[in-house]
């Protein structure tokens, strides 16, 4: 009978203001754009087709996790 009850779960809670999470999050991604621009820049220099490519696709995967999860398009 013991088998069906559950265990209770550790649950993660934040200390920080979910205002301060987003503001962490935020810096994360824009870190994140400045190393896929930086990586852009590198292979335009080696001449890396494959790799500008990857850099391009990266750049553009960050803004449209951003854009998705910006509050303006919240509603």
Not at 44 to 53: C, E, F, H, K, W
């Amino acid at each position: 009978m013991d088998r069906y009850r559950s265990d209770p779960k550790e649950v993660y809670v934040s200390r920080n203001s979910p205002r301060k999470d987003k503001r962490y999050e935020l810096w994360g991604w824009i870190l994140f754009v400045i190393s896929a621009l930086f990586f852009i820049v590198s292979s335009i220099r080696a001449g890396d087709v494959v790799s500008l490519l990857g850099g391009v696709f990266f750049l553009l995967a960050c803004v449209v996790f951003l854009a998705s999860n910006s509050d303006v398009h919240k509603g």
